[in-house]
Structure formats: structure tokens, C-alpha cells
């Protein structure tokens, strides 16, 4: 098989948006034979192009040399090489996520500036980003969906081009095998990520592990699950088609919410997939789908599902998306580590105590709670019709309606009304009373004081 006369062919067939005579390419490279040889392959096709390599500075002398080799790589070829250091350790810590999807980042948002870069340099050439993912990058991207849970787009493997992005992938066809072929054909030297070994990384247990293992039952599985991506994309497309069509008559714009009427989303006969499809643009996670479809057969006029941006709420015979920023929603979510919220009556301010040190106040506007029975996030709403809580001191469940006689709130007084609930159920209701099951004991260990300093 001659391997340069395929990939050309190819790429004319594939990727003819960026033509040979008239583009200028950004190839992302690490060392590794994967690109090397993807760089020598575009090399002998008489592209023009420049080099570009992440140092994430992970692996610490060793990140070094392999920007050396890749620099030597350039000038081997007699081309630009661009070199980015990341400190990807402390980025992943500051933004909460695995070093991983931290390199993923990095690495495709620099892409991005460069590629803008290129664009004002080259006016009149076609701007693209290569990177080498070959066929056993895209086997093990469709394992990992497949056994993580994903829908049909999942399983259609990695896209060969990302247009919103310029992003090329042309070895999608070549397998690992061939690569390594080539590389040793025309003794092209590269370098090993020894993490490759590894099977800390779920890629790698997938490639070093279970794929070998699957191969002595099934000797050609690579090329039929090459053979099912292809059938999948086309799957995939015709998935498309169908669920755009269904959602324009399910999902309803209405201001800043969205309508789905209940008893319409009832009667398609796939639920739970059209449910995916629906909730999946605001926000919420596959896991969700089951709680979603609850809310279709809810006697509960009111019960609502969140995700970090948006919640759903039945209202009646409707269910309504609606973001948690808007005056609609009027639910803040409280995360864990929140210190002040700002809402409509004021702001709270949140402090975890130790109770050793903790004095009971009775102060209408602080409440005193035990931390080991709070689930976060908790939420600040509206009092709603139905709502019910055991106020301190106790046993037995209240409704606020018949709280708020005993009050003597006004109708006014009541709309301005507002609570704090865990797990759907009220904590606080906020300048009034705390409820019972939330009270600090002896045996209480921390206290969270949650203060409203009123507008």
C-alpha cells in the first residue's frame, strides 16, 4: 500500500476546501510517530505549512526534550515551528477538572489564536488545524462513548472536520499499524510518551487491554466497528433530520422560556430520547433523563429538575425550561463553597462554624443550621401553593399558607415571601423561622449561618 499516493487522493476526495496549491496548515505536533508522520506525509504531498506544539510541562525534563526534537523536526523540513508552554497542572486545579480535559482545553483554545494569527498572515490562502487522530483513535473514542452512555452522534466516532473550528483530520482511515509501517520504511525518527503505557488513563486501558483481548475472539473487530462508524454517521444523519422536525413542534418559545406540552411529548413513541434532546441544549446530564420524565406523570404542580444553568418546572399541563437568571425561573442555585448570594430581597451570607463556638442567636434575619443535613446545591425560591415545612420546635408538618396566618402576613406581605430548600425541602423561610429538622442538637459538629442583610 503506498501510503503517501492514499492520503493524497484522500485529502483531494475529503478535504478539498483546503487545496494543496492555495491553503497554509497549522499540523499539531507532539513527536510521536502518529504526527511524525502525518508531518511527512504533508511534506512530500508540497503543502505549506507550520508546526505547532503544546510543552504542557507535565512530565518535566522529558515535556523539554520533546519540544527540542519537534523544533529539529522544523528545521528538518525547513518549516515555521511554534512552541506553546502551558502550565496545565495549575489550570487544571484552578478550574476543577482532570489534567486531561485541562490539556484538551488548552491545547484546541491556543490552536485557535494561533489559527487567527495565520489567517491575518496568509489573506489569501485557506486556514486550517491538523491534527493526527487515526482509525485507533477513533475505535477507542466510540469504546469510551459506548461504555460511558451516549446517544446515536456518539457513536459516529470523531468528526474528520470540525468547521466552526478549521479543524482537519485526515488519518481517521489509517490505522496505528500503518503509521508505525511508514515510520519505519523511511526511518523516520519520533519520540514514546511513556504515559501511553500506562492504564491509569481509560484510553489506554481500552488500548492496551481490552481491544487485544476482544481481537482473539473477534481477529477483524477493528475494521468492523470502522465499518459501524461509518454506518453510524449515516444513522446519524437521518437521527437528525427526524429529531430538528419532532423538536420544532414540541419545543415552544415563550419570551425567555421554552414550552413542551406534556400530554404532545407523551405520545411520540420514544420518550426518553426525545426528553435527551430536549434538555441536553440547557445543560442537563444523561443521568437527569429519568427525573425529566417523572415530571410527566407528577401530581405534583410545581416539582422541578435543575441543571447548573436552567430548570424545568410541571406547570400544569406544560413542563417550562427557563434559565436560573431569569425574573421567570426567581431560583438561585447555592453551591457549597457560595459565601454571599445576592437576590431580590437582599443578599445572603453564608458561614460554616464549628457549634463548639457557635451562640444561638434570635435573630429573626440568621438562621442557625446543622451542616450534616444540608444536601447541596440548595435553592432560593418563592414561597409557591403547597409548600409545607416543620417549623422550629415542631413534630408535625405546617403548610406556610396556615404559617402565614399565624403571622398575620398580608397578601402583599406574602408574595414577598422567600425560601431556602435542600433536597425539595425548606430549610428556611428566610426572616421567619428555620425548620425543625435542620435545628442544631449537641451532637451537631458544624453549623451553617446563613445572615440576610435586607435592601
Known sequence: MNLLNTFTKHWQKEFNQWPITN?????AVSGGVDSVVMTDLF???GFDFTIVHCNFQLRGSVSDSDAIFVKALGEKYEKEVIVKEFDTANYAAENKIAIQEAARNLRYNWFQEVLVQKKAQYLNKEI??????????????????FFRGTGVHGLRGILPIQKDRS????????SKELLIEYANEYALDFVEDQSNTSDKYSRNFFRNQLIPQIKTVYPQVLENILHNIDRFK?????Y??????????????????????IVKLKKTNTVATIVWEIIKQFGFSAQQITEVVKLLDSNDNGANVFSATHRIIRNRNWLIIATLETENAKHIVIEKNDKKIDFQLGSLQFQLIENKVVSITSDKNTAQLNAKNLEYPLIIRPYKTGDYFYPLGMQKKKKLSKFFIDQKLS??????????ESNKKIVWVIGFRIDDRFKITPTTQQVLSVQLKAN
Not at 488545524?129 to 469504546?143: K, P, Q, R, S
Open 240 to 261: 437528525e433530520e427526524a429529531i430538528t422536525q419532532k423538536l420544532k413542534t414540541l419545543l415552544l418559545i415563550n419570551g425567555n422560556e421554552f414550552h413542551v406540552p
Open 167 to 174: 479543524i482537519i483530520r485526515p488519518l481517521l482511515h489509517i
Open 234 to 238: 449515516d444513522v446519524s444523519l437521518i
Open 128 to 145: 486550517g488545524i491538523v491534527t493526527a487522530h487515526h482509525a485507533n483513535d477513533n475505535i477507542e473514542t466510540v469504546l469510551l462513548h
Open 411 to 420: 397578601k402583599t406581605d406574602k408574595e414577598k415571601v422567600w425560601v431556602i
Open 23 to 27: 491553503c497554509h496548515l497549522l499540523l
Open 43 to 45: 511534506y512530500q504531498a
